[in-house]
């Protein structure tokens, strides 16, 4: 009977001691964390004027290493796409001529930007953060009539906050899910045809993704 006794106290005080271990380590703050993520774009303002289609054609990759507490630093790159169709439409060449015909826009960019992002909750399954990305973007716009592809190409400054949440998939997982909403400003301009002068271009990306996770 004592060496029961003796049994079921050695086996609760393990029990005790591995439910105290797990309940110390739950969860984990990462030192670092990598992400690819699908990009929805909806344009804004001038940009909207040009292309009014939301667009799901964009990815994005981004990593991000923490410096203290929730306080982390990183880089995103990405290639996003917007297009329309419209039907007949009167455009003035710069030179001053007209041509009457169905017309496709479409502008491509590929954003580079250095990110600070501040994390409230690093070690728990669900790390809400705030962002701010700053840097530029490679953009060309084309507009095809008919035969006639009339674009142009700039380089551009831009600002991106971005509010997001990081989801491990498990207290101890080094994978989860990204899902961020952010919005871009740029200094980029449209200038095809006459009328068709635009400045300081602007979009809200919709961010869905997946995160590799750094201890």
């Keep these: 009977m004592k060496k029961i006794i003796g049994l079921f106290t050695v086996i609760i005080l393990l029990t005790g001691s591995l439910q105290a271990q797990e309940k110390a380590t739950i969860g984990f703050k990462p030192s670092s964390y990598y992400t ?55 455009y003035y060449d710069l030179d001053g001529s007209a041509i009457t015909a169905d017309n496709y826009r479409f502008t491509w960019m590929v954003p580079f930007q250095g990110v600070i992002a501040y994390h409230f909750l690093p070690d728990k399954l669900v790390s809400p953060y705030l962002g701010l990305g700053i840097g530029g973007d490679y953009m060309e716009h084309h507009l095809l009539v008919q035969e006639i ?49 635009s400045k300081d271009l602007s979009m809200l990306n919709l961010k869905v993704g997946i995160c590799l996770i750094i201890r």
């Excluded at 880089?75 to 297009?83: A, D, E, L, T």
């Excluded at 190409?153 to 909403?181: H, M, Q, Y």
């Design 36 to 90: 690819f993520s699908w990009n929805t774009t909806f344009t804004l303002g001038d940009f909207n004027k040009w292309v009014t289609n939301a667009s799901p054609a964009g990815f994005d990759f981004g990593g991000r290493y923490l410096l203290d507490r929730g306080l982390t630093v990183g880089f995103n790159i990405g290639w996003q796409r917007v297009s329309q169709k419209y039907g007949y439409q009167t």
């Design 149 to 197: 592809d009339a674009y142009n190409t700039r380089w551009d400054f831009s600002l991106t906050p971005e509010v997001g949440a990081l989801i491990k998939f498990g207290n101890f997982s080094n994978w989860g899910a990204l899902v961020a909403f952010n919005y871009k400003w740029t200094t980029n301009k449209i200038e095809l045809y006459k009328g068709s002068k």
